[in-house]
């Protein structure tokens, strides 16, 4: 079985899609899917269906789309008859289990779980030193991307927490690799994104601290510090806080420096290395435009 959740879902058996197009069985399979050969339990899955508030048919009407969705992993299956006998039955792709439903995935692929080992490489290979390879595996983690998450999939309360943090997962590796990209020289080459995602995440520090960075080093100090100073007016317009303490010292480090003189090799290190008010280390203060 192969899965696909970031972006549109797209989950396959034989090549064939079993992803139904009525909101609620579809939102069943997400979350089948996104746990993939762990059980979901069924209190979990009618929470997510119905926002806390049930009706009483709520087991019966699950039991409903689970049968549904049988009946296209199925017609699936018969494409892969072994020789001699007949399909696989569909109860043992989706099958019940004390509690709970189980999507078995018998060794397929899934986009989500590929994007966590490949970012999980790319942060070794930071911590190795090993900027280019660190780059490639992060720029492979985050092509598996087509869209936010569940994109196209009615979410509930579960399936709204995941969303929130695959893409909390997502920021961190984009982070991650533009500090790679940084330290390979590529300052100018990510002048354009950093432009695009400062505009989309108003607030984001380590974003920002990296678009200044990647201005200062091109020869443009004066547009680093007019980036600090559009981030600071949004911080305190919007939040109510002043830039940390590690964004300050980026700040005057540019102020202070010659043109001709290279910051420290690593003046993000501080913003990275901790969260700032408690807030996550790789999402800092993220406010996008549509917060």
Not at 230 to 253: D, F, K, N
Request: aromatic share 4%; charged share 25%; proline share 6%.
């Amino acid at each position: 079985m192969d899965i696909n959740l970031l972006g549109a879902l797209c989950v396959t058996e034989n090549g064939v899609s079993i992803a139904p197009t009525a909101p609620k069985p579809r939102q069943v399979l997400a979350l089948l899917a996104l746990h993939a050969d762990q059980v979901v339990p069924v209190t979990e899955l009618i929470e997510d269906l119905w926002s806390g508030q049930p009706p009483r048919s709520a087991r019966t009407a699950l039991q409903t789309y689970v049968m549904q969705l049988r009946e296209l992993i199925a017609t699936a299956l018969v494409k892969d008859s072994p020789a001699g006998g007949g399909p696989r039955d569909a109860k043992d792709v989706l099958t019940t289990l004390p509690g709970g439903y189980l999507l078995v995935s018998g060794g397929g692929t899934s986009d989500v779980r590929e994007f966590e080992r490949l970012s999980a490489t790319g942060r070794r290979a930071m911590d190795t030193g090993d900027y280019a390879g660190a780059a490639r595996k992060l720029r492979d983690a985050l092509g598996l991307w087509t869209g936010s998450a569940f994109t196209d999939v009615q979410t509930g309360t579960q399936l709204e927490m995941e969303a929130l943090r695959l893409e909390e997962s997502r920021l961190c590796a984009l982070g991650h690799r533009i500090e790679a990209d940084l330290y390979l020289g590529r300052h100018r080459e990510l002048l354009a994104e950093l432009t695009m995602l400062t505009g989309r995440y108003r607030a984001h520090e380590n974003l920002h601290a990296q678009f200044m960075l990647a201005l200062y080093r091109s020869g443009r100090r004066g547009e680093a510090l007019d980036a600090y100073h559009r981030l600071r007016g949004t911080l305190v317009r919007e939040i109510g806080l002043e830039p940390s303490a590690p964004l300050q010292r980026l700040q005057q480090s540019i102020l202070m420096a010659d043109p001709e003189t290279p910051l420290p090799p690593d003046p993000l290190a501080a913003l990275s290395a901790k969260p700032e008010r408690g807030l996550a280390p790789c999402i800092s203060r993220s406010l996008s435009d549509a917060g």
